[in-house]
């Protein structure tokens, strides 16, 4: 009897200790982000560069466009060197397009560049928060609900978007 007691005592003790729960914590990145002032500037300037960088390049397509159709129209009455100094001209000014666009919107190019040097700020402050609440309230997890494809149901009681925010020093 008190060997079975103690097998049981024992086993008791190995489940309890394995069956530890895990604390998970849930935020709304999306939600977080339209309400930092900052982000939405942030955005709203990237937006505006986007737009002019998008109409330069389009500038040199159309550049390219006019000088190909004058090409066309004047094709017959060109000689063989000056159709190829017109078709080297419309092919460079069709390079030149796909430089600015690689130059702008590449992996590597200024619109990436901007959007860490204006959102990788923002975006540190807010994993730091998150970080240090997740510290503070011992969640072994934190889950972004805006990006959490596969999530079906989460309780409202475990996001802690408002607590990011609070913590970032915005009002709720």
């Given amino acids: 009897m008190v060997r079975k007691t103690m097998?049981?005592?024992?086993?008791?003790?190995?489940?309890?200790?394995t069956v530890k729960a895990q604390q998970f914590a849930?935020?709304?990145?999306?939600?977080?982000?339209n309400r930092i002032p900052a982000y939405q500037a942030a955005v709203q300037e990237m937006e505006t560069l986007s737009a002019q960088w998008q109409k330069e390049i389009e500038a040199k397509n159309e550049e390219a466009?006019?000088?190909?159709?004058?090409?066309?129209?004047?094709?017959?009455?060109?000689?063989?060197?000056?159709?190829?100094?017109?078709?080297?001209?419309?092919?460079?000014?069709?390079?030149e397009a796909a430089e600015l666009r690689k130059q702008y919107?590449?992996?590597e190019g200024e619109m990436i560049k901007k959007?860490?040097?204006?959102?990788?700020?923002i975006q540190d402050e807010i994993y730091n928060a998150?970080?240090?609440i997740s510290l503070e309230k011992g969640y072994d997890a934190v889950i972004d609900r805006?990006?959490?494809?596969?999530?079906?149901?989460?309780?409202?009681?475990?996001?802690?978007?408002?607590e990011v925010l609070s913590k970032l020093g915005y009002s709720i």
């Fill in 65 to 95: 466009q006019r000088l190909y159709e004058s090409y066309q129209k004047n094709a017959e009455t060109l000689s063989a060197e000056a159709k190829t100094t017109s078709e080297n001209t419309i092919v460079a000014k069709e390079q």
């Fill in 105 to 107: 919107f590449g992996p």
């Fill in 26 to 33: 849930l935020v709304d990145m999306e939600y977080i982000l």
């Fill in 7 to 17: 097998l049981l005592a024992l086993l008791g003790l190995i489940c309890s200790l």
């Fill in 130 to 132: 998150i970080k240090n």
């Fill in 115 to 121: 959007r860490q040097e204006l959102i990788g700020p």
């Fill in 146 to 162: 805006a990006s959490a494809q596969s999530l079906i149901f989460a309780s409202p009681r475990i996001d802690i978007s408002n």
